[in-house]
């Protein structure tokens, strides 16, 4: 019997159930039907039995990691050591210009300005650069801000101001990780102990940082002492310079590189890089209904392709499962192919070309390359 079960087992037992078993206890002699003086003397007692037992099917639930939700789940994070990742705030890059195009002087740090929409998200300027370009932070936490690229108009009264412009996120946001997410990290099994420099340390290190959204860990990579992390941000793509940069002097600075000052053990080298993002270009010849055309459903099969890809960047630091060691992924054509003939409107579809190959795609890992898969053209044929 799990949880659930038991938490099911107990809400079965509700009024009807409380208030027919006293009932039964009572008497056939004695007049039981509703509105009688012994049925009106037990319904509330039996009212206030299916609450209790609501709240112990309750208790039930928020016990157990399987079941737990919501603060009740913190908790037992707590208890093994961890704490959901929280949501972090967007990092633009923005332009400032003024009448004739050029940069302008009078941009400060604190200085705050908004995107365009019925919605606007504020940011506040952190940094100004050698090149007067910003460094904008959004004033609200969560992915919403990640994809804003654009003008962006000043809070802050500036009036020699005449263009700011977002122009890159080199550090996207990422949302406060989910019931879901944390639940499977605190079941997977304690098959490795981060403690001393191992692996399993590494990864948690990364874990905690809160602008990498994943990383793969290789030891030994040139020689004993050394360690590559290979990074993803946010929104699990390669990592920007600036955040490999950021990432690297938490972990082992570069000016005191092996001397233990950050968060590795003293006489390990860690280098930071970002993966080699590997384009994959589909092409599929597609059947559609005869009341629709191919340009008609292409953005909702570009849209699911994308969707597979994500969660195939998702899965892009798993550990080999063969194994047990180093890492492994494949796009596969029957998975993309799945994605197309879920669209309304497809009736038929051949299995896709990747990169102008008949096969899946393997990606490659090793000590000399890390590859992070990403859409490149969709091409539907008819």
Do not use: C
């Not at 961890?82 to 705030?89: C, D, N, P």
């Not at 997410?181 to 940082?209: C, E, F, T, W």
């Not at 597609?286 to 340009?295: K, R």
Request: glycine share 8%.
């Amino acid at each position: 019997m799990n949880p659930e079960t038991l938490a099911q087992q107990f809400e079965a037992q509700d009024f009807d159930y409380y208030l027919n078993a006293m009932l039964d206890r009572v008497s056939d002699t004695i007049d039981k039907r509703e509105g009688s003086i012994i049925y009106d003397a037990l319904a509330p007692a039996a009212n206030e039995l299916a609450i209790q037992t609501v709240q112990l099917a309750n208790v039930v639930r928020q016990s157990y990691v399987m079941t737990a939700s919501g603060e009740f789940l913190d908790y037992r994070a707590a208890e093994r050591g961890t704490t959901r990742q929280s949501a972090t705030a967007t990092q633009a890059t923005a332009k400032f210009t003024d009448s004739t195009g050029q940069p302008v002087t009078s941009v400060h740090v604190g200085d705050q300005f908004a995107s365009l929409g019925a919605e606007p998200v504020f940011y506040h300027v952190t940094a100004v650069n050698d090149d007067l370009s910003g460094i904008l932070t959004a004033d609200v936490t969560g992915t919403t801000p990640n994809s804003y690229r654009g003008q962006i108009l000043p809070v802050t009264p500036n009036d020699s101001l005449s263009w700011a412009e977002i122009t890159d996120v080199p550090v996207p946001a990422r949302d406060a990780e989910t019931d879901d997410h944390l639940r499977k990290r605190l079941l997977l099994p304690d098959s490795s102990i981060a403690y001393g420099g191992n692996v399993a340390d590494y990864q948690d290190m990364l874990s905690k940082i809160t602008d990498v959204g994943a990383g793969q860990i290789y030891p030994a990579w040139q020689g004993g002492g050394t360690v590559k992390l290979v990074i993803l941000n946010n929104d699990l793509r390669a990592a920007s310079a600036g955040l490999i940069h950021s990432v690297k002097e938490q972990i082992d600075p570069a000016e005191a590189t092996s001397e233990g000052y950050g968060l590795a053990p003293i006489g390990h080298n860690v280098t930071v890089v970002a993966p080699t993002e590997l384009a994959i270009n589909v092409a599929s010849t597609i059947e559609v209904d005869s009341q629709i055309t191919i340009a008609a459903v292409q953005a909702q099969i570009e849209a699911g392709i994308s969707d597979y890809f994500k969660q195939r960047r998702m899965d892009w630091n798993n550990v080999d499962r063969i194994t047990g060691r180093g890492y492994k992924l494949t796009i596969y054509r029957a998975q993309l192919l799945t994605a197309i003939l879920k669209v309304d409107g497809v009736v038929n579809a051949s299995l896709p070309r990747l990169n102008g190959t008949d096969g899946d795609v393997t990606l490659v890992f090793n000590n000399s390359v890390s590859q992070l898969p990403v859409l490149g053209t969709v091409t539907l044929n008819g």
